[in-house]
């Protein structure tokens, strides 16, 4: 119901929305403001507001007056444009050519007008412009100003300025101001002998005028305090425009000038320039409004000049609302908002009238903003304006009122409905009326109170509209009845009503009694409640209504009484309501009938003063009593003698007496009589007449022609008089009058006289005032009117001609009255014709007018000049202005050279004085210079519109002179000065030769070509433009063009980035400095052939058969192909239910359609599509995938029959090879030879299961037994036969199979060794080895079940192999072999760089062993070398090379490539660097670094760059006078030629260049000095002594020594300081270190179970390398594998006791972060030898990384003749080089600084040497990787190489974390330790095995750690059974492991004392972690060495693990390679055995 209501709701506001209407009124340009216009032309002014329709248009003046037509001086067109014609300055008037004026527009939506417009009309006035001599020191500034009249001032500018009649070009040191002014700078004596004018022109009349001539006095420098010679003044400026505020001064020294604004210094901002005439703001705002101050200052004093500058908005005037329709009575706000300038004035206007404040209008606010309009009536609607108005400044904005009868009206209502009890219902009422109206409601006419019962709401929309709901929620029978809803607001009410029914027992409520009006309508409602009911009757006097024709009965039982009568309707009323058949119930109401008053109509007749007036008011009938009152204009009458008025009433009359009626007693009288019914009136006019009388009589009076003049006539009479005014023309007497006719010139006053405001002659003559009101007779009276005509000039040449030398008169006719006086004028001096023998004057009458002509004799060049005749009467003043033209030949022409070209010239003259005539031609002359005149050629007739001339076929490299005529009617010029040029060089003539295309690649061809012929390259070649284009269909035809230098005469260039297989027109032009020579003939070519980008379209696999397959496709988009298309090549490989790929194979073809056959059946194959062209294959379409169907199975693989009981046997088959399909059961046959049975007995089994139980047989009988395969498609092949007899005792036999069995690391594997005999047989599992076999033993990773499966979960790489399970009984055993092939991640790749260009670099790679699984595809990773920001590319697993496009040019880039299998990704190999060509820009020394210098400009020579191959991108350059501090700097994109300007004149200049491109920047510095004044040179600047130049001198030795003293003096304490820190970090370690240790050290306290642990030493750190120098040479001794296998006969040799050295190398960001700089040891670039790496040089030290190597050695018992094992690697680099293993004597404890010379300067002294900090950070992951936890340790000593040192002994401290600091010591330090080793009796466990690399835990927290440390109860809690954590992070479960490889023995075999052999025999868990230690241990920091056995002799039983196999985890990083020395250890396992110890030294 609520979402029906919304609904209608929006539907009412939708339909009843509105707007004002399409009636509009607007403004089309209301910022217009002032007009200036000049007297001869005139202007035309449309009106600027406008309206829809079509709206009337009028002029008005300022003052309110209407505009009136003045013939041939104003008129206002029908379309509403103003017009003023052109006049004569004697008919100037000020009241119509300099006035205000506005315009409005009306229409129905009201009427609006225009700001008020200043009309201004401009004569033509003399005037002259002259310009001062000024002086100025040579060096400064003059300043020329141009000194216009003022009062021309507004009206001209300055245009340009000449100098010597030559205009000057604004720049260099000639600057021209926005005011007009002539600035030249850096004033120099040439400057002295030119003449300086200024030209202007009149903005309206566009009259030019040329100043004097001014000169400039130049002085010799004189030192001097400055001298203002520009300044400003307080001004006012609009927002947004610009000004210029000048200030210039001159002096000597030349004075600094310092701005300031508010007593500040300017603040930086871009708008504010500083220019050498002042200071220039462009886009002025507010807050630049202050006080500006300009200090200009020398050594000698200074100067100030300051303005006030205000800068103002543009007032913006926002009135709101601004449209709006509402009802009369309501209460309207208007708020108008002004923006810009806070000072200013608001005034309102309603229809263009003021507002002026009554009882409805007021106006509020601060600034009048605020209009309120109280109970508004119709006579308010119309426009509003606001105007708001600032120093002749005005805005405004309107808005328009519709104001309408608001009464309210229902718009949208509820419907009569049934409800029943307890439903709620809803009820709405919208009303629309202004005001909105407020609604109301009452049910059965009682008011609905809002309570429990009834919810009533109500609220107003934005159009007006006002909703109501009356919500019942839980109705009763009682809220039943006629609901009611009553809109009521000011101007009247609306109601609606309608019965809701509830449903219940209906009965009537009690009615009230009801009072109705006679004549009216009255309606009686039956309140019936309860529902339903059958009927509702009215009874009056016992008869059913209705029974006349005004009585209705509706419906819902309503009653309407039409036209009440007090006899018929009045009485007792019952209202009948049947509820059942014969069953009603009734109710009463009694009517009373009111009768009104009614008043018999009368009249009140005309009478006149004086007269007596009776008026009665009778009532004819009405209720009784009667009251009657008087009113007279809606006033109550009070009788009595104040108004004359008497008053007397009876019961059912009054009447009115006046007994002397006066005018006062005029006006509107009302009776009104009013009873309990009602209240009427009667209204009707009392008129007293009085006839008219002249107040005022007309009058003969004198007019002024064109002036306003009033002729009077004042009358008065009642009704008021109609005043008539009558013309006769004629000063005679008069013969006929007619009515004047009123028209804007001629209007009636209010008074009655007659205004005329403008008078013509034609106004003169007789005028009647006439007057009547209908009163007695007619009144008038005549007058005559004349008109004096001022004195005006009627006729005068405004221009004329003469001739110079001639005689020349002027005529000048006046007119007006007599007398008229008549002078002469020459510009403004008064002509004496007795003074001036040239001039004479002469005066003449005719008629009424006077002609003087004034004569000259004879005309010269300076007449040319106005001359004005002025005509004088007593009525005014009239003048003529003549100018006067003197005409002669031209002056010469002004002739320059503005170009010169090879072949032709540009001439442009300037034609500075023309003799007054107009240039009719021009002839033009040259000839060679050696040539005379005679032999010239000419150039005739040259338009004279043009100022400028070419001058063709000239002579490239040739000396002409020139010289020019003018030509006008009069006459030809003199020759101008003549002028000698020479021509320039030519562009090439013709084409470069032998043009010569080469394809390279697909996107390049080489072009070849030869310079143009000698004599046809005018000039010296300096480069070529290649223009090339793709002559292809689609191609748009245009030339790219790339631009080369020239290097010889034959030339080559590579164009790149071409489209693959496209031909290309080429074609060649040669270039010289003069321009572009002809093209060479275009020449064709085609790239060469690409492979296809797109792969074919549209691929689709369709299954044949069970073997056969149909792949189709599509060809790929031709634009794609890049080439001829060869044909098709299908690529398909098998998938595997094993995740395993088959073989890959291929088909090539040249049709869309192949057919696969061959097929394996029911296999699932991948399938891809390519094209190939000439050039390879290319893009492979999206893989495919399809399923081959399916087939009879293959025969089961294997079958198995063994005797399980005397009557049963047991069958154990494997499924087939091949299935070919789901194997849906297994049939197994069985048959005996000879028992007859011609068929066998088929059993069918499940096919999951792979064995059955054959019962019933026969003890002792032979059975043949055999099995097949059922697919869908039928039963396969069957099985061989096996023969089996059923047997009492059973010998052991193994029903599963032995075989391949292939699994990805990390899962658990299930081997199956099921058995059967009879006793039960015993099941063994054995794992091969080489030469031996080792039971398999159940640990937490492997179990041997019930059953005899063999669980091995988590299997690594180690646990391939060949496993044999072996059943036995007494009576016998049988074995099987399983083969176990666990997969691994790939190895990584070895990946190498190809070839690399500008922005390409190929790589090449050779991939890694594939794990036991085929290679899926490669990720390739990439990024610039400075950053981490890698880039991913995915590679087909078929790709071995790949390149890298859209690179940087010159840039050096990081690459990375991992394999990835099924297993998963591989390790990452090695990042190589790569840099793409190109370097940074250098700068050609050849070519010079300046093209030109003068003295204030230079040219700087960008071509000298060269690019080095990758484009430069922006030029820097740098530069400032030698001495001084600030560098000026300017940035250019160009890279041709650069200007530097304003450069100070003799001056010394540093300069720095940079140019950049990707690669990098080049620098270039130089030094040069600009040229003096007059173009010499300076000398080079020489230091001179001076005075301070001692004390210069001390500062700059004694700075150095004070700087060098503080230095040492901070160093002293820094260092202090950091041995203190040093110190704690020392002993923090050496804690941590015990604490460590201690950890290890719980084997005494704590018994274990199961075989002790040996010391498990492995510290790593990420991204370790492995650095093992050979200090004798390098064998070759294996191969590179990822794992080498360890044996423990390796340490049972006789050997002495060995040393093992081994260096560790680190690379790690996080290390580098942490430890501060290492020493670089990994910049080695692709392809190098790292053996070999002495021969390396650094090129790029700024890319070096750090790393740092140290060494862990112990010496030997002897100390001086053991001999040590040398392993030496680098995995980076691992090949063919291996591990060896070498001797050597003695060995040092020290760093491994890197072999490369060159970056012996990269080493930090910071990581010379070892620290305690990196100890402590070694043994912290070694804590994290749980290495220490096995061994024994014990510190022997730590100590540091400092004097200031203590000896540190054993001791416990509180642990302390080392690792936050960020500095480490460079003092060296040791640490010892021993470890000692677990028992050896677990050796044999330590046989061939490989060592992975696991994952690397990042924090110490259990759940962090690697999933095999969270087996180890070390890290367990007691008692703690279960993973405490939830779940393995994926990335913590992967642990890495490597393929095993083949080691080989080498080196001499040293003997050991059998006392020691035994301690040299080491367990499995030793030996994994020895095999890490002592072959490849990686330790992040230090080599570990063997010690003697006299060191701690006692087994280390500290293992607290039950699971001795866990002990075979090593850890490693991630990134990291660990090998192990397999010879050396197989050579100490075969001495004897004894108890040894190992000690470390870390350091």
Request: glycine share 6%.
């Amino acid at each position: 119901m609520w979402l029906v209501t919304l609904l209608l709701l929006y539907c009412l506001q939708e339909v009843h929305s509105e707007d004002v209407g399409s009636t509009r009124l607007y403004f089309v340009n209301a910022s217009l403001q002032r007009v200036t216009y000049s007297s001869s032309v005139g202007v035309s002014l449309p009106c600027p507001a406008g309206g829809t329709p079509s709206a009337i248009l009028r002029w008005y003046l300022a003052t309110g007056d209407d505009i009136y037509d003045v013939p041939h001086i104003r008129h206002v067109h029908a379309n509403g444009t103003l017009q003023l014609y052109p006049f004569s300055p004697s008919a100037y008037n000020s009241y119509i050519h300099d006035n205000d004026y506005f315009c409005t527009a009306e229409n129905q939506a009201g009427k609006i007008r225009s700001p008020n417009i200043r009309i201004k009309a401009v004569f033509r006035e003399p005037y002259t412009v002259r310009v001062a001599d000024q002086r100025s020191m040579r060096g400064n500034v003059a300043v020329f100003k141009c000194l216009i009249p003022a009062a021309v001032q507004e009206y001209v500018s300055v245009v340009s300025w000449e100098r010597d009649t030559v205009s000057i070009v604004p720049g260099n040191r000639f600057l021209l101001t926005s005011f007009g002014a002539l600035y030249i700078s850096d004033v120099q004596k040439e400057d002295a002998l030119s003449t300086y004018r200024c030209i202007t022109k009149h903005k309206y009349s566009g009259e030019t005028r040329q100043s004097n001539g001014a000169r400039l006095s130049v002085m010799d420098p004189n030192e001097s305090s400055p001298t203002i010679l520009d300044s400003f003044q307080a001004g006012e400026v609009y927002a947004g425009q610009s000004i210029e505020l000048p200030c210039t001064a001159g002096g000597y020294p030349s004075p600094t000038v310092r701005w300031l604004k508010d007593g500040r210094p300017l603040p930086s901002d871009a708008r504010w320039t500083r220019r050498l005439t002042g200071l220039t703001i462009s886009d002025l705002r507010q807050e630049d409004s202050g006080s500006y101050a300009c200090e200009v200052t020398n050594s000698f004093g200074s100067k100030e000049v300051s303005g006030q500058l205000h800068v103002i908005d543009p007032l913006r005037v926002t009135l709101s609302p601004k449209n709006l329709k509402t009802g009369i009575s309501s209460t309207l706000f208007f708020t108008c908002t002004v923006e810009g300038s806070p000072e200013y004035t608001i005034s309102w206007f309603s229809n263009t009238e003021p507002i002026v404040p009554d009882q409805h209008i007021s106006i509020q606010g601060q600034h009048n903003d605020t209009l309120q309009i109280t109970a508004a009536q119709k006579f308010h609607s119309g426009a509003y304006q606001c105007f708001a108005s600032r120093k002749g400044h005005t805005a405004q904005d309107f808005s328009i009122i519709l104001l309408e009868d608001g009464t309210p009206r229902i718009v949208s209502s509820f419907s009569e409905r049934v409800v029943n009890p307890g439903e709620p219902f809803s009820l709405m009422c919208a009303a629309k009326g202004a005001p909105p109206p407020s609604i109301t409601w009452t049910l059965d006419d009682e008011p609905v109170v809002r309570d429990s019962t009834y919810k009533t709401s109500q609220y107003t929309l934005s159009d007006g509209l006002t909703v109501s709901h009356v919500n019942v929620s839980s109705p009763l029978i009682r809220d039943g009845g006629v609901y009611r809803c009553v809109a009521r607001n000011s101007a009247g009410s609306a109601e609606y009503q309608a019965r809701i029914n509830v449903r219940g027992p209906p009965r009537i409520r009690p009615m009230r009694d009801i009072t109705a009006v006679a004549g009216r309508n009255t309606y009686i409602t039956c309140r019936v409640i309860g529902y339903p009911y059958y009927s509702i009757k009215w009874l009056k006097d016992g008869m059913q209504l209705p029974d006349n024709h005004r009585q209705v009965v509706f419906e819902n039982g309503t009653l309407r009484l039409t036209d009440v009568q007090k006899g018929a309707d009045e009485g007792t009323y019952l209202c009948s309501v049947l509820i059942q058949p014969q069953v009603s119930i009734n109710q009463t109401v009694h009517v009373t009938v009111k009768v009104p008053p009614l008043i018999q109509p009368f009249d009140i007749p005309s009478t006149s003063v004086g007269k007596l007036m009776y008026i009665a008011c009778v009532v004819s009938s009405g209720d009784m009593p009667i009251r009657i009152t008087w009113h007279k204009d809606g006033q109550l009458i009070v009788p009595g003698s104040a108004s004359g008025v008497g008053i007397e009433t009876k019961e059912f009359m009054s009447s009115l007496q006046i007994s002397k009626v006066t005018l006062k007693h005029n006006g509107n009288y009302t009776c009104i009589a009013s009873n309990a019914a009602a209240t009427v009136s009667w209204e009707r006019q009392l008129i007293v007449t009085v006839p008219p009388r002249f107040v005022v009589q007309p009058n003969n009076q004198d007019c002024i022609y064109g002036k306003a003049g009033v002729l009077n006539c004042s009358v008065e009479g009642y009704p008021p008089p109609k005043v008539m005014w009558k013309h006769a023309k004629g000063v005679g007497n008069p013969q006929q009058y007619h009515p004047v006719p009123l028209t804007g010139r001629i209007q009636i006053m209010s008074n009655g006289s007659l205004l005329i405001r403008h008078v013509l002659e034609d106004d003169r003559g007789y005028y009647l005032c006439q007057a009547s009101n209908g009163v007695g007779s007619d009144i008038s009276k005549s007058m005559i009117l004349t008109v004096k005509i001022p004195a005006m000039i009627t006729s005068h040449p405004n221009t004329t001609m003469a001739r110079k030398g001639q005689t020349k008169e002027l005529n000048c006719t006046a007119r007006g009255e007599q007398p008229i006086i008549i002078r002469w004028e020459r510009g403004d001096t008064v002509i004496d014709a007795e003074r001036n023998p040239r001039y004479s004057i002469t005066i003449n009458k005719k008629g009424d007018e006077v002609i003087s002509t004034l004569k000259l004799n004879p005309a010269e060049r300076g007449d040319s000049v106005f001359f004005s005749c002025h005509a004088i009467n007593s009525y005014g003043e009239g003048r003529g202005l003549i100018q006067l033209t003197v005409q002669e030949p031209p002056d010469p022409p002004e002739l320059e050279v503005r170009e010169v070209k090879d072949r032709s010239m540009n001439l442009r003259w300037i034609q500075r004085f023309d003799g007054n005539s107009i240039i009719t031609s021009y002839d033009i002359e040259y000839k060679n210079k050696s040539d005379s005149w005679d032999h010239m050629y000419t150039t005739r007739n040259i338009s004279p519109t043009n100022n400028q001339a070419n001058i063709v076929e000239l002579h490239p490299a040739c000396v002409y002179s020139i010289r020019m005529y003018s030509y006008n009617k009069i006459g030809r010029s003199l020759p101008s000065k003549e002028l000698t040029i020479s021509t320039e060089e030519a562009p090439p003539d013709g084409p470069p030769m032998d043009v010569i295309l080469q394809p390279m690649t697909s996107q390049s061809i080489r072009v070849t070509w030869r310079a143009p012929k000698k004599e046809l390259q005018n000039g010296v070649i300096r480069g070529y433009q290649i223009g090339y284009r793709e002559n292809g269909p689609g191609s748009n035809g245009q030339y790219s063009i790339v631009e080369m230098k020239a290097t010889g005469d034959s030339e080559v260039y590579t164009l790149d980035n071409l489209k693959k297989f496209a031909q290309y027109g080429v074609v060649v032009q040669a270039f010289n400095r003069a321009g572009t020579g002809p093209s060479s003939t275009e020449i064709n070519a085609t790239t060469l052939e690409d492979v296809p980008s797109e792969p074919p379209q549209n691929v689709r696999a369709i299954s044949v058969t069970s073997d056969e397959a149909v792949i189709t496709w599509a060809e790929p988009p031709r634009l794609t192909l890049h080439g001829v298309l060869k044909g098709y090549r299908v690529v398909f490989w098998s998938l595997f239910p094993d995740g395993e790929w088959g073989e890959m194979q291929n088909i090539t073809t040249t049709r869309e359609q192949v057919e696969l056959r061959g097929l394996e059946k029911f296999t699932n194959y991948s399938v891809q599509v390519l094209a190939y062209t000439q050039a390879g294959d290319g893009v492979r379409s999206n893989v495919l995938y399809i399923q081959t169907r399916e087939d009879f199975p293959g025969p089961p693989a294997g079958i198995k029959a063994v005797p399980s009981s005397p009557s049963s046997v047991v069958v154990s088959w494997l499924p087939p090879h091949k299935p070919n399909g789901v194997i849906r059961k297994y049939t197994i046959y069985c048959s005996s030879p000879g028992s007859g049975q011609p068929a066998p007995s088929e059993y069918e089994a499940n096919p999951e299961m792979l064995f059955y139980r054959i019962t019933h047989l026969s003890r002792g009988k032979q059975y043949h037994i055999w099995a097949a395969a059922v697919t869908t498609a039928g039963r396969g092949n069957i099985s061989s036969k096996v023969t089996v007899e059923p047997a009492g005792k059973v010998p052991a036999k193994i029903l599963s199979f032995g075989g391949k069995v292939t699994t990805p690391w990390m899962k658990e594997v299930r081997l199956p060794c099921s058995s059967v005999g009879e006793p039960a047989p015993t099941i063994k599992w054995t794992k091969d080895s080489e030469d031996s076999t080792v039971p398999v033993t159940a640990d937490s990773q492997r179990q041997i079940l019930s059953n005899g499966t063999l669980v091995l979960r988590s299997v690594k790489a180690e646990d391939s192999g060949y496993y044999t399970c072996t059943a036995t009984n007494t009576l016998g055993f049988d074995t099987i072999i399983v083969n176990l092939v666990v997969q691994v991640p790939p190895d990584q790749p070895r990946l190498t760089v190809s070839t690399t260009s500008t922005s390409s670099i190929t790589l090449t790679w050779i991939p890694g062993d594939n794990g036991g699984s085929s290679i899926r595809g490669f990720v390739l990773q990439y990024s610039v070398d400075n950053t981490e920001e890698w880039r991913d590319v995915f590679i087909s697993s078929t790709e071995r090379s790949f390149r890298l496009d859209n690179l940087r040019c010159g840039t050096w880039y990081k690459v990375k490539l991992a394999a990835k299998n099924s297993v998963g990704s591989g390790r990452i190999s090695e990042i190589i660097e790569a840099k793409t060509h190109g370097r940074e820009p250098v700068f050609n020394k050849e070519q010079p670094l300046l093209t030109h210098i003068n003295s204030t400009h230079a040219g700087l020579n960008l071509q000298g760059w060269t690019s080095g191959g990758c484009p430069i991108t922006d030029i820097m350059l740098d530069f400032r006078p030698k001495g001084t501090w600030a560098w000026q700097s300017l940035k250019a994109n160009s890279t041709t030629q650069l200007f530097l300007s304003e450069l100070r004149e003799a001056t010394w200049y540093e300069l720095k260049m940079k140019a950049c491109n990707s690669a990098g920047c080049g620098n270039q510095s130089s030094q040069f000095a600009t040229t003096d004044y007059d173009g010499s040179t300076i000398p080079p600047i020489k230091s001179a002594r001076g005075e301070g130049d001692d004390v210069k001198k001390l500062f700059s030795i004694g700075s150095p020594v004070i700087l060098i003293t503080l230095g040492v003096a901070l160093l002293f304490i820094i260092r202090k300081k950091r041995k203190e820190k040093r110190l704690k970090r020392l002993r923090d370690a050496k804690s941590l270190a015990e604490m460590l240790i201690s950890k290890n050290n719980r084997s005494i306290d704590t018994p274990v179970k199961g075989p002790p642990q040996g010391p498990r030493l492995h510290i790593d750190i990420p991204r370790v390398q492995l650095l093992i120098e050979d200090k004798e040479g390098i064998k070759q001794i294996g191969e590179d594998k990822a794992a080498v296998p360890v044996t423990d006969t390796e340490f049972s040799q006789s050997v002495n006791p060995q040393n093992f050295c081994t260096g560790v190398s680190l690379h790690h960001q996080a290390l580098i972060q942490n430890s501060g700089p290492l020493i670089d040891m990994s910049d080695i670039r692709p392809g190098t030898n790292p053996v070999s790496r002495k021969s390396i040089k650094s090129a790029h030290s700024s890319r070096n990384r750090y790393s740092s190597q140290w060494t862990l050695s112990r010496p030997s018992q002897s100390q001086s003749t053991a001999s040590a094992r040398t392993l030496t690697s680098d995995w980076r680099t691992m090949g063919s080089h291996g591990i060896t293993a070498t001797e050597s004597d003695s060995y040092s404890a020290s760093l491994s600084q890197d072999t490369d010379k060159g970056r012996n300067s990269m080493v930090s002294t910071e990581s010379a040497s070892s620290t305690y900090e990196e100890l402590a950070r070694a043994y912290e992951h070694a804590k994290l990787e749980e290495h220490l936890q096995h061994a024994k340790f014990t510190i022997t000593e730590c100590f540091i190489s400092d004097s200031s040192s203590d000896q540190m002994t054993t001791g416990t401290n509180d642990p302390a974390d080392s690792m936050t600091s960020l500095s480490t010591p460079s003092e060296p330090g040791i640490c010892r330790f021993t470890a000692s080793p677990p028992k050896p009796q677990d050796y044999d466990r330590g046989k061939n095995v490989a060592v992975p690399i696991p994952h690397r835990a990042n924090k110490s927290e259990f759940c962090n750690l690697p999933l095999y440390m969270k087996t180890d109860p070390f890290f367990r809690k007691q008692g703690e059974l279960h993973d405490p954590c939830p779940a393995v992070p994926p990335r913590e479960a992967s642990i890495r492991s490597l393929t095993q490889r083949a080691y080989h023995t080498q080196g001499r075999h040293k003997t050991l004392d059998p006392a020691k052999q035994q301690a040299l025999t080491l367990g499995h868990s030793g030996l994994s972690s020895l095999s890490a230690s002592s072959g490849t241990a990686t330790l992040p920091q230090r080599t570990l060495t063997m010690p003697s056995s006299n060191t701690a002799a006692t087994a280390s039983t500290s293992s607290t693990s039950s699971n001795p196999t866990n002990s075979n985890k090593v850890g490693g990083s991630r990134d990291s390679l660990l090998e192990s020395s397999s010879s050396a250890l197989g050579r100490l396992q075969k001495q004897s055995v004894g108890a040894y110890s190992k000690s470390y030294t870390l350091v």
